[in-house]
């Protein structure tokens, strides 16, 4: 819906230690690749802005904040990150 009326909401959840849900409630808009100014991209790590698949940067004005328990969610362990998407960018170009 983000697209339509530019409403957007994050979600965070504890799957560690105490359980814990929160949102973060707020307007957005997307700025393209291209469009990205040097002193935002300095924000992000060189390997994230350099990389084929990334498209745009979105920026989110929260509004509100909301809680919940979070008894729901499971517990769960990082054993490392996925290669998947830097594994199918690989096979692109940047214009695609």
Not at 12 to 38: N, Q, S, W
């Amino acid at each position: 819906h983000s697209k339509v009326d530019g409403r957007i909401t994050v979600l965070f959840v504890a799957f560690t230690g105490p359980p814990k849900i929160m949102r973060c409630h707020g307007t957005c808009k997307y700025i393209l690749r291209e469009d990205v100014e040097p002193n935002l991209q300095a924000k992000f790590a060189p390997e994230f802005i350099n990389h084929k698949g990334f498209r745009a940067v979105v920026m989110v004005d929260v509004e509100r904040f909301s809680t919940s328990c979070g008894y729901s969610m499971p517990l769960f362990d990082h054993v490392g990150q996925r290669s998947t998407l830097w594994d199918y960018f690989e096979k692109k170009t940047m214009q695609e």
